[in-house]
T-cell receptor, first 109, second 114 residues
Framework: GQNIDQPTEMTATEGAIVQINCTYQ??????LFWYQQHAGEAPTFLSY??LDGLEEKGRFSSFLSRSKGYSYLLLKELQMKDSASYLC??????????WGAGTKLIIKP | DADVTQTPRNRITKTGKRIMLECSQT?????MYWYRQDPGLGLRLIYY???????NKGEISDGYSVSRQAQAKFSLSLESAIPNQTALYFC?????????????FGEGSRLTVL
């Protein structure tokens, strides 16, 4: 079966750095997405990786290793507004998105 | 105004009732999707449509039906609602014209079936 694994919950301190991991086992791979979802709101797109390596976008970076079936989202200079769930999703060989359950990130002052 | 609008935002209904959730978009996207989100689970695809005359089942289509009335409108129906259909439902859109395939989500419709 297809599977996306992420930690259920993480806690970090304002101003610090946090890394949220995502491992996947899917039938084929055509890209990996990270979305941010604040409580009770819609998911919003953060990043897309299709090749190995690091993609940087402001305070957020996303890394992909296709050979390891692994990605991480790195958040720097954490702000209270970064408290949210972070969803990892993989596009499989049929170009369908397989979603992880999300990682709830709690930021403490 | 939101680019992807869902109505109603909240609905409480009883077992056996027919429910329709509506989605409209002003982004001009050709592809539209219905997902449900349950605590502790990833988003699960119910139905999707690549164009007005194209309807496809997702992984959990049983108990649901959809209608793509126009490029901008995609409705989800529960013919006879049951309690395990209590969930947060999201409509999403994307264009076929980008490599990333970024999805744009509506604000969600919270459905409770008693």
């Amino acid at each position: 079966g297809q599977n996306i694994d992420q930690p259920t919950e993480m806690t970090a301190t304002e101003g610090a750095i946090v890394q949220i991991n995502c491992t996947y086992q899917t039938s084929g791979f055509n890209g990996l997405f990270w979305y941010q979802q604040h409580a009770g709101e819609a998911p919003t797109f953060l990043s897309y990786n299709v090749l190995d390596g690091l993609e940087e976008k402001g305070r957020f970076s996303s890394f992909l290793s296709r050979s390891k079936g692994y990605s991480y989202l790195l958040l720097k200079e954490l702000q209270m507004k970064d408290s949210a769930s972070y969803l990892c999703a993989v596009k499989d060989s049929n170009y369908q998105l397989i979603w992880g359950a999300g990682t709830k990130l709690i930021i403490k002052p | 105004d939101a680019d992807v609008t869902q109505t109603p935002r909240n609905r409480i209904t009883k077992t056996g009732k027919r429910i329709m959730l509506e989605c409209s978009q002003t982004k001009g996207h050709d592809r539209m999707y219905w997902y449900r989100q349950d605590p502790g689970l990833g988003l699960r695809l119910i139905y999707y449509s690549f164009d007005v005359k194209d309807i496809n089942k997702g992984e959990i289509s049983d108990g649901y039906s959809v209608s793509r009335q126009a490029q901008a409108k995609f409705s989800l129906s529960l013919e006879s609602a049951i309690p395990n259909q209590t969930a947060l439902y999201f409509c999403a859109t994307r264009t076929s014209g980008t490599d990333t395939g970024e999805l744009f989500f509506g604000e969600g419709s919270r459905l409770t079936v008693l």
